[in-house]
T-cell receptor
Framework: SQKIEQNSEALNIQEGKTATLTCNYT??????LQWYRQDPGRGPVFLLL?????KEKRKERLKVTFDTTLKQSLFHITASQPADSATYLC????????????FGAGTRLFVKA | EAQVTQNPRYLITVTGKKLTVTCSQN?????MSWYRQDPGLGLRQIYY???????DKGDVPEGYKVSRKEKRNFPLILESPSPNQTSLYFC????????????FGPGTRLTVL
């Protein structure tokens, strides 16, 4: 069955640097992949979606890449700020033709001032 | 304000006592879904619904029931809760078209003793 792997270790970076988070999946390539941000005690908030025929998507300081050969998506935050500290989740559809979604466990990002 | 609401936000109950967690959205979304979030396991989909009277199982449906009698509401029912259903529950909704951005509720923290 489809699985998602995100780095379970927290990522610590200095303010102003670029944070890069990884999302790897097994088996088939999904029709799309999403990234969400989750703050402690809150529900996830949608950030970006990238489709299987797209290599890269950008939104302000965020950039997502999608490599179906490597079965991997990378999520970049440029010029990171302490306010970017949160857990970032990737999600993808199960490819069943319905709307079944699976989420990764998330990577915790800490940006130090 | 566009939002997904859940009630209750916190609930402590005992094994076997039936409970319902309500979920309501005011965005006219066709799709609604329930997830549970446990440490190290991420968000796991319980049930989802693509429209009124259309529901389907996610990855972890055992021990749960749902109904979709109205477009805006999608209650989660635990007929006989057990301690392994202690978790943080999130309801989400989205349109079926576009970027499939899911809007999440604030979460319900359930403890089953």
């Amino acid at each position: 069955s489809q699985k998602i792997e995100q780095n379970s270790e927290a990522l610590n970076i200095q303010e102003g640097k670029t944070a890069t988070l990884t999302c790897n999946y097994t088996n088939y390539s999904p029709a799309y992949l999403q990234w969400y941000r989750q703050d402690p005690g809150r529900g996830p908030v949608f950030l970006l979606l990238i489709r299987e025929n797209e290599k890269e998507k950008r939104k302000e300081r965020l950039k997502v890449t999608f490599d179906t050969t490597l079965k991997q998506s990378l999520f970049h935050i440029t010029a990171s700020q302490p306010a970017d500290s949160a857990t970032y989740l990737c999600a993808l559809d199960m490819g069943t033709g319905g709307f079944k979604t699976i989420f990764g466990a998330g990577t915790r990002l800490f940006v130090k001032a | 304000e566009a939002q997904v609401t859940q009630n209750p936000r916190y609930l402590i109950t005992v094994t076997g006592k039936k409970l319902t967690v309500t979920c309501s959205q005011n965005m006219n979304h066709e799709y609604m879904s329930w997830y549970r979030q446990d440490p190290g396991l991420g968000l796991r989909q319980i049930y989802y619904s693509m429209n009124v009277e259309v529901t389907d199982k996610g990855d972890v449906p055992e021990g749960y029931k749902v109904s979709r009698k109205e477009k805006r509401n999608f209650p989660l029912i635990l007929e006989s809760p057990s301690p392994n259903q202690t978790s943080l529950y999130f309801c989400a909704s989205s349109f079926l078209q576009g970027n499939n951005e899911q809007f999440f509720g604030p979460g319900t923290r359930l403890t089953v003793l």
